[in-house]
């Protein structure tokens, strides 16, 4: 069972529109919910991460949106790039836990 | 990337050969992770060691070991490789500390079993 629910599986936008990745969780324990951006042929990278005690968070044309009420968080990229076409990651993780959840992964192309 | 080295790269073993991947880090960090990373599957967990000789099982744990004897080291062993395992695999390490839970990911082991 998924614990983490990532959508869409892929994406496909221009240059300079603005993706959108949604994330949804069961678990009301989690209190850490991090985007990774992974290259091809690369490992993962940490992008940007949330706590539930904010709504949004920014982090130059990368931010994340968390609604405690309905147990999801979006990763939105404005303005998006060809450089910004990767595969990204949502995760999760309760208290001291140091294993993350993860999503399945949102492969994004971004034609120029 | 964050000071962690895997080896090999690279690797074609046959079925039923035993195959241990190696991860090294500089960073002195506590935590070591190995994932594999499949189309369709994202990343899963397959050990993780929370200190030296201190180690635990991930969600795909079947048929994989580990070891971790310096803090530095973290080694995954396949007993006997089957072409189910045919996978990249990916190292990642964390901080100790309550607010350091970025995972740093090596560059991955590209591994094909014939």
């Known amino acids: 069972q998924q614990q983490v629910k990532q959508s869409p599986q892929s994406l496909i936008v221009q240059k300079g529109g603005i993706p959108i990745i949604n994330c949804a969780y069961e678990?009301?324990?989690?209190?850490?919910f991090p985007w990774y951006q992974q290259f091809p042929g690369k490992g993962p990278a940490l992008l940007i991460a949330i706590r539930p005690d904010v709504s949004e968070k920014k982090e130059g044309r990368f931010t994340i949106s968390f609604n405690k009420s309905a147990k999801q968080f979006s990763l939105h990229i404005m303005d998006s790039q060809p450089g910004d076409s990767a595969t990204y990651f949502c995760?999760?993780?309760?208290?001291?836990?140091?294993?993350?959840?993860w999503g399945l992964g949102t492969s994004l192309a971004v034609n120029p | 990337d964050a000071g962690i080295t895997q080896s090999p790269r690279h690797k074609v073993t046959e079925t039923g050969t035993p195959v241990t991947l190696r991860c090294h880090q500089t960073?002195?960090?506590?935590?070591m992770y190995w994932y594999r990373q499949d189309p369709g599957h994202g990343l899963r967990l397959i050990h993780y060691?929370?200190?030296?000789?201190?180690?635990d099982k991930g969600e795909v744990s079947d048929g994989y070991s580990v070891s971790r004897s310096k803090t530095e080291d973290f080694l995954l062993t396949l007993e006997s490789a089957t072409s189910s395992q045919t996978s990249v695999y990916f190292c990642?390490?964390?901080?100790?500390?309550?607010?350091?839970?970025?995972?740093?990911f090596g560059p991955g082991t590209r591994l094909t079993v014939t």
């Open positions: 995760a999760a993780k309760t208290g001291n836990n140091r294993k993350l959840i």
């Open positions: 060691s929370y200190g030296v000789k201190d180690t």
């Open positions: 990642a390490i964390s901080e100790s500390g309550s607010s350091h839970y970025e995972q740093y």
């Open positions: 960073e002195n960090h506590r935590y």
């Open positions: 678990n009301t324990a989690f209190d850490y």
